[in-house]
C-alpha cells in the first residue's frame, strides 16, 4: 500500500486486555501468518476493489461517510491465519496497511477467525457481521456494520443487477401504471385539441389570404379601368376642344 497509503515505514501496538497474550509491534511474519508480502498484495486488490465499489454505489458512500468524516481507523485482527491490518475511512477511499501511523489510535477493534471476516465479506448477511467480535463507540460500531453489509459480494452484485434490471421496488403498481395511462391519455387529448385549434386557425388565414387576394385583384382592375376611362376623357376633351377652335 505504498501509493495512496501514507502509514508506512512506523509501527504502533495497539493491545488489548483480552489480546495480551499476543504480540503486534513486530512487522515480520509470525508462525502460522501471512506473509507480509502476501498480504501487501492481498490489501492491495482489496483496496482497489473497495474503491472501486464506493465510486459506483451512492449509498455505500453515504454509509462511509460518517467513518470517513472522522478519519475513523478500524483494526482487524483475524486468526487462522493470524493476521492483523488496518482500515483508514477518509475522503479518498479506505486505506488499508499493515501497520498503524504514529500518532494513530485504532477506534474500533475486530476479533474474528478468516473464515468469518470472509463469510461477512461474501454473503451479504447481517448474521455473519453480527458474528465478528467488535469493540469501540456503539454508533461507530453500528456505522460500521452497515457499511460491511452494503460492502458485501453479495450486495454489490444486487446493485449492479438492480442497475441493469431496476430495482424491484421501484417497479410501478396496478394503480400506477393505470395513473400514468390515464395521464398519457390526457395529454393525447389536450395534444389533439391543440392540433385542431392550430388546423382551424390555418384555415381561417388561409380564408383570409384568399379574400385579401380577390380585393387586391379587384382593386387593380378598379384602378386600371379608372385609369383608361380617365384617359378616354382626357382624349375626346382635347379633340372637342380642337374642333371647336
Known amino acids: ?53 464506493l465510486r459506483f454505489d451512492p449509498e455505500l458512500r453515504r454509509l462511509a461517510y460518517p467513518l470517513a468524516e472522522k478519519s475513523k481507523v478500524v483494526c482487524i485482527r483475524t486468526y487462522l491465519p493470524h493476521t492483523q491490518l488496518y482500515a483508514t475511512f477518509s475522503h479518498r477511499g479506505v486505506l488499508l496497511d499493515n501497520e498503524l501511523a504514529a500518532g494513530h489510535n485504532a477506534d474500533i477493534t475486530i476479533n474474528a477467525y478468516s473464515f468469518q471476516l470472509v463469510n461477512a465479506l461474501m454473503g451479504h448477511n447481517p448474521d455473519h457481521i453480527d458474528v465478528l467480535q467488535m469493540r469501540g463507540d456503539t454508533q461507530d460500531v453500528q456505522h460500521l456494520k452497515a457499511f460491511m453489509t452494503r460492502l458485501g459480494v453479495g450486495g454489490v452484485i444486487q446493485n449492479v443487477l438492480n442497475k441493469v434490471r431496476g430495482n424491484p421496488k421501484d417497479k410501478p403498481t396496478p394503480e400506477q401504471k393505470a395513473q400514468k395511462l390515464s395521464d398519457y391519455r390526457e395529454q393525447i387529448n389536450e395534444q389533439a385539441q391543440q392540433i385542431n385549434a392550430l388546423d382551424k386557425d390555418n384555415r381561417r388565414l388561409k380564408t383570409q389570404l384568399a379574400e385579401l387576394e380577390n380585393k387586391q ?29
Open 217 to 245: 385583384k379587384a382593386t387593380f382592375k378598379g384602378m386600371v379601368i379608372a385609369c383608361v376611362l380617365a384617359l378616354i376623357f382626357a382624349i375626346a376633351t382635347i379633340v372637342l376642344g380642337v374642333q371647336l377652335y
Open 1 to 53: 500500500m505504498s501509493n495512496p497509503n501514507p502509514y508506512t515505514d512506523t509501527t504502533t501496538t495497539a493491545t488489548t486486555p483480552n489480546d495480551s497474550a499476543h504480540s503486534y509491534d513486530s512487522p515480520k511474519p509470525q508462525s502460522g501468518g501471512l506473509s507480509r508480502g502476501l498480504l501487501n498484495v492481498l490489501l492491495v486488490f482489496v483496496e482497489s476493489a473497495i474503491t472501486l465499489v
